[in-house]
Nanobody, 121 residues
Framework: QVQLVESGGGLVQAGGSLRLSCTAS????????ISWYRQPPGNQRELVAQ???????NYAESAKGRFTISRDNAKNMGYLQMTSLKPEDTAVYFC???????????????WGQGTQVTVSS
């Protein structure tokens, strides 16, 4: 079985920084794409950032210039470095991974449990 676990959330003042981590465990053959989503209270879940196996990145407009997504393929980990945080960044942040597991050959998708990020004014 594959498990994704997020960590690094917390309470921070506006203008501060946080680094979120996503750790994947299990019989993983290859993680293709790692994505970070967030869900503000009472709102829909939205894509924040995405990174491919080769390192190509994609960001939501609200994240460009402030957030940086990265990964460590050897450790099966993904990261989201967040700077210049704003109150509107307050949300539960989720890690998502598209990956292959042994012995399957098809890609599967997995979600973490989420980590709370709260940004005060």
């Amino acid at each position: 079985q594959v498990q994704l676990v997020e960590s690094g959330g917390g309470l921070v003042q506006a203008g501060g920084s946080l680094r979120l981590s996503c750790t994947a465990s299990g019989s993983i053959f290859r993680i293709d794409t790692i994505s970070w989503y967030r869900q503000p209270p009472g709102n829909q879940r939205e894509l924040v950032a995405q990174i491919t196996w080769s390192g190509t990145t994609n960001y939501a407009e609200s994240a460009k210039g402030r957030f940086t997504i990265s990964r460590d393929n050897a450790k099966n980990m993904g990261y989201l470095q967040m700077t210049s945080l704003k109150p509107e960044d307050t949300a539960v942040y989720f890690c998502n991974a598209n990956l292959k597991v042994f012995p399957a050959s098809l890609m599967t998708t997995h979600w973490g449990q989420g980590t709370q990020v709260t940004v005060s004014s």
